[in-house]
């Protein structure tokens, strides 16, 4: 069985349905009855498609075809929840493409047209978004033992509910499905979540290197008082420190060279939160990025420099812990190199280009070889119900993916992995 464009259209109509939004969007965040909804109509379109469906631990959905016992697996995919109110693309075409992509190489392989090194697995990480549980890719995290599994599974989002009892509540139970050690290759495709291709007139992005980031977790500390009694000498008001250190974060950025710092403020939480009372404490996320170490590491200087003076000047006290900091991190340049070698094949335009978001491939990179690609975003759209790609970016992506999992069976990123699984076909042999 194979697929045409037409079906992945249709298929990508279908799966949007789930968690529609008013706005033309999804929001069907991490274990939402929405997300369970996606995922079950994503498991039967894998068994109408010939693959096993098979559930790990913390909810990460696969899909998977053998070819010979023991054998490694290419693996393909990437995450079908969403961020409330959000788009219908992020993370969903990447595994829509995926699941796609890996039909066809399956296809190929029954036809004879290729002589496989690998067996092929599509997934669907859990909650790569990290919206409604802290942190994001905590799906892949888990699977590449960056985070502990008990860990992931006692998270609670907002209202107290767990990981375990969200799962619970309508994934099935786990399965036997592949481990770490199980995967030779990974190949993702995503949205761009930019406008670097679309203002380029460019095709195809082929992802390189992530942007360095450091992220915080900062809690201000006041003192609760009356918002009206109170005298204004004597307020220890933490949302207005915390508003001070929002306007610093943001005015950081006119400090450096336009895109060299990009930096963001989300998700506060003000105690107690009443509309007579002078805010006793607010956390909040704070984030900084850039292209450049360097300047990621002087950001982050004029930073504490500058909550300093905040907590002078509001009379809180400010604690910034930095929660998760990485450099700028390459990608394999083989599989730069044979994604590049794809889009020339099918002659698609392509450049080398940077990832500013992160993607669960990131995780997976640091564990086996993989292939990352963009596809174009309408104005550089994301995490909005108006993020769009169209139609023709979007079957490109998909056939390019196709010729990068073929690829990747076929063995053409050659090392141990390779070696390994001509011992294991030799010895069914």
Same mark, same amino acid.
């Given at each position: 069985m194979t697929t045409t464009d037409a079906e992945f259209l249709s298929d990508f109509e279908i799966m949007s349905t789930h968690g529609a939004t008013d706005g033309g969007g999804v929001d069907r965040q991490a274990g939402t009855a929405a997300d369970?909804?996606?995922?079950?109509?994503?498991?039967?379109?894998?068994? #109408?498609h010939g693959l096993r469906e098979s559930i790990d631990e913390v909810g990460n959905q696969f899909g998977t075809r053998e070819f010979a016992p023991g054998l490694p697996y290419v693996l393909v995919?990437?995450?079908?929840?969403?961020?409330?109110?959000?788009?219908r693309?992020?993370?969903?075409?990447?595994?829509?493409? &995926?699941?796609?992509? /890996?039909?066809?190489?399956?296809?190929?392989?029954?036809?004879?047209?290729?002589?496989?090194r690998f067996n092929v697995a599509v997934v669907n990480w859990f909650n790569e978004e990290g919206s409604r549980f802290t942190p994001s890719m905590m799906g892949s995290s888990v699977f590449t033992g960056k985070l502990d599994p008990a860990t992931a599974l006692a998270t609670t989002d907002p209202a107290g509910v767990?990981?375990? #009892?969200?799962?619970?509540?309508?994934?099935?139970?786990?399965?036997?499905?592949?481990a770490l050690d199980d995967i030779a290759r990974y190949a993702e495709i995503h949205i761009e979540q930019g406008r670097v291709l679309e203002e380029t007139s460019v095709q195809i992005g082929l992802v390189d290197r992530t942007w360095a980031a450091s992220k915080y977790r900062v809690t201000v500390h006041g003192e609760q008082?009356?918002?009206?009694?109170?005298?204004?000498?004597?307020?220890?008001?933490?949302?207005?420190?915390?508003?001070?250190?929002?306007?610093?974060a943001r005015d950081l950025t006119d400090e450096f060279a336009v895109g060299e710092l990009h930096s963001s403020v989300s998700e506060l939480y003000v105690l107690p939160n009443s509309p007579v009372t002078i805010a006793r404490e607010v956390v909040?996320?704070?984030?900084?990025?850039?292209?450049?170490?360097?300047?990621? *590491?002087?950001?982050?200087?004029?930073?504490?420099?500058?909550i300093r003076l905040v907590e002078g000047r509001s009379r809180t006290r400010v604690e910034a812990a930095l929660t998760h900091r990485w450099g700028l991190v390459a990608y394999q340049p083989e599989g730069v190199r044979l /994604?590049?070698?794809?889009? *020339?094949?099918?002659?698609?335009?392509?450049?080398?280009?940077?990832?500013?978001? &992160?993607?669960?491939s990131t995780n997976l990179k640091d564990e086996v070889p993989t292939v990352m690609l963009f596809v174009p975003s309408v104005d550089g759209v994301s995490h909005n119900e108006a993020e769009f790609t169209r139609d023709d970016d979007a079957v490109r992506g998909?056939?390019?993916?196709?010729?990068?999992?073929?690829?990747?069976?076929?063995? #053409?990123?050659?090392?141990? /992995?390779?070696?390994? /699984?001509?011992?294991?076909?030799?010895?069914?042999?």
């Open positions: 369970h909804a996606t995922r079950a109509w994503f498991g039967g379109w894998l068994r #109408e995919g990437s995450h079908l929840d969403s961020q409330p109110l959000a788009g693309y992020d993370g969903a075409y990447g595994v829509l493409a &995926g699941a796609h992509a /890996a039909v066809r190489a399956i296809a190929a392989v029954d036809e004879g047209e290729i002589e496989p767990s990981v375990a #009892e969200a799962l619970a509540d309508g994934h099935g139970a786990p399965t036997d499905a592949p008082s009356h918002t009206g009694s109170t005298r204004m000498a004597d307020r220890q008001d933490a949302l207005y420190g915390a508003s001070l250190i929002i306007a610093a909040m996320n704070l984030d900084l990025r850039s292209p450049s170490e360097g300047v990621l *590491e002087r950001a982050m200087e004029k930073l504490a420099d500058r /994604a590049r070698e794809s889009a *020339e094949s099918l002659g698609l335009s392509h450049v080398d280009i940077m990832t500013v978001a &992160g993607h669960d998909v056939a390019l993916l196709t010729d990068v999992v073929r690829r990747l069976l076929a063995g #053409e990123l050659a090392d141990e /992995a390779v070696a390994r /699984a001509d011992t294991l076909v030799a010895a069914e042999a």
